[in-house]
């Protein structure tokens, strides 16, 4: 039977199965006249009173409907499966208030998770800082027993081999190359011996402090002078900006003069073709916790504290970035061959922190290097 002709009788027979029953024959009948002879639909307008616009309308609406409502699920399956809701989709698809609060309510729960989650590895991050600055000190501490508890075991006797090789240079008159050579290289190599264990006694040493309020500026320009042999022998320019109005720090100038020297001869090394090393220093209040902090940076500087900040950069080759984050660690060195120990670095960045400051080194973009050095005042 024609099913709009079928759906109308229902409508107008409801309550009445055996009226149904009674007339089915001749429904049938009439179901056959529509489709055989109602091929433009004409009867079934007129005896169901709606026009073939209106039929098509109402399917076409349903359609429309049934769109929309797949759209908006397809839309929040994506959102649960990519969490990055487009909430201005909605709006414009959703006229709904029940529909809208809920596509909000999502939103809201997809960001909650984003921010849970971004801050969790925030916290992750500062964890794995914590723990490798822990094994860094621990590293740092077994350093400074061994240099105190060995180092003057090892001195004495190394004082009294390089004392005997030196007289027998004076005292062997020979004629044999090799054996001058070979007593060259013996004192060289003692010496260098001895430079090492120099080194770990000042690193032993770090743990005294002799702390007066001082002007970075001198004690900037006393380490330039100290180093200017050196500068002009290997044709480097010295440019500085020392700014006058900076206050004091507290700090212990002869190992403050220590690290300077330290990075003043690193530069220095990095350009023996010549180059220019420029010098600047400057106070700095601190707005944001952590911006200008390097271990626990929060503990280190707190928003409003003031800071004397010097910035030493080089227009040397650089660090190779897959070492950049070696260079501080105890006896790693690329200049071994020209005497480097490895222990400068370290026994400058230790000054550093005893000072409760910060020493950062970055490779510049024009080249070069640049370390920037962070005092409490």
Known sequence: MNKLLQRQIKKFTRGSDSLHEEIKPLLYGISDAYDSFDIDRSLIERSLDLSSKELTDANKRLRQEAEKHKAIIDKLKSILTSLAPDLNHFSKESSKDDATYFINFISKLIDERKNTEKA????????????????????????????????????????????????????IKSKDRKVVLTLKHMEKAIERADKIIKGLLDFASLSKLDIKQENLNSIVEESLRLVKIQFDKNCIRVETDLKENIPKVKIDKNKIEQVFINIFMNSSHAMHDGGQLTVRTYSKKLKKPGKDGDRRQNDLFKPGETMVISEIADTGP????????????????????????????????????????????????????????????
């Open 318 to 377: 650089g660090i190779p970035k897959n070492i950049l984050d070696k260079i501080f660690d105890p006896f790693f060195t690329t200049t071994r061959d020209k005497g480097g120990t490895g222990l400068g670095l370290s026994i400058v960045r230790n000054i550093i922190q005893m000072h409760y400051g910060k020493i950062e080194i970055k490779n510049n973009a024009k080249g070069g290097i640049k370390s920037t050095l962070f005092f409490k005042v």
């Open 120 to 171: 969790l590895k925030n916290a992750y991050k500062k964890l794995k800082d914590t723990q490798n600055e822990l094994i860094q000190v621990e590293k740092l501490k077994v350093i400074g027993r061994l240099a105190s508890g060995v180092s003057h075991e090892v001195k004495n006797p190394l004082a009294m081999i390089l004392l005997g090789v030196q007289y027998l240079r004076k005292k």
